[in-house]
């Protein structure tokens, strides 16, 4: 039996959209099993736009998981912005797990921001003035934080909902001087100790979809501007585990 993942990130809602996304997950249940958004769901990060959001997304036949992105945080409102999403039934996950039944199937979804700092020979490192330490260190604790996360699941299968990307692969085509505030190797070196079968994030919309964690777990980059679709759909098992 396969898993299927539905998946997007960066859909920028606002007022002027309310209604159109919804009409593109129409049927969503006949192609997914659940749907991950990679964060980015608004454009300013206010609570009106955080009501769009929860509208579209609410009572779909399938589960939906998500987490926020940068722009999500733009109006300091972020946590009510969460709070409308879990009163519209969305799970939203802030560097923890859930677990999803998929039919005889468990699949464990680890999820959170994420953050930047670089890749491996061009990162930024814990040195020097207090704010680059704390640009790092915000980064370093959310992989500890998913290290523990994904150590906990005991599910069939596993996959990381991210905004930030943990490979520089699915980045090609951004201008390598915004590397490092695309994403960090430390979100990589979690899901490498621990395992998973998928990564999923968003952000980089002049990015490709397609990539490799050093240890060989999928990423996929599902910004909307990438995708040029409503959603993927990535399978879990099965011989062909993605179609």
């Known amino acids: 039996m396969k898993i299927r993942i539905a998946a997007v990130g960066d859909v920028h809602l606002g007022e002027d959209l309310r209604g159109h996304y919804r009409r593109r997950l129409d049927g969503i249940e006949e192609h997914a ?13 206010t609570p009106e736009e955080g009501r769009v959001v929860a509208e579209e997304f609410r009572d779909l036949p399938i589960p939906v998981v998500t987490v926020l992105g940068n722009h999500d945080y733009q109006s300091d409102a972020e946590d009510e912005i969460v709070a409308l999403l879990r009163d519209a039934g969305i799970q939203v996950l802030q560097d923890e797990s859930t677990i999803i039944e998929c039919g005889d199937l468990r699949l464990g979804v680890v999820g959170g921001k994420g953050f930047g700092g670089g890749f491996a020979g061009k ?9 680059m330490k ?20 005991d599910t069939d299968h596993r996959v990381v909902l991210s905004h930030y990307s943990p490979v520089k692969d699915t980045l090609a085509g951004e201008p390598l001087e915004i590397y490092p505030f695309l994403g960090s190797y430390l979100l990589a070196e979690a899901v490498d ?3 998973a079968d998928l990564f999923i994030h968003g ?8 990539g490799l964690t050093p240890g060989g777990v999928r990423v996929r980059n599902v910004a909307l501007p990438v995708l040029r679709r409503a959603y993927a759909v990535y399978g879990l098992g ?6």
């Not at 704390?134 to 699941?153: G, M, N, P």
């Open 123 to 131: 990162c930024a490192s814990e040195f020097g003035e207090p704010q």
């Open 238 to 243: 099965g011989e062909d585990p993605e179609p």
């Open 193 to 195: 100790a621990e395992g």
């Open 33 to 45: 099993d659940v749907l991950m958004i990679a964060g980015d769901l608004t454009r300013h990060g």
């Open 203 to 210: 952000h980089a919309h002049s990015g490709v979809e397609k």
């Open 134 to 153: 704390a640009f790092v260190r915000h980064t370093r604790e959310i992989s500890e934080l998913w290290h523990k996360a994904l150590k906990s699941l």
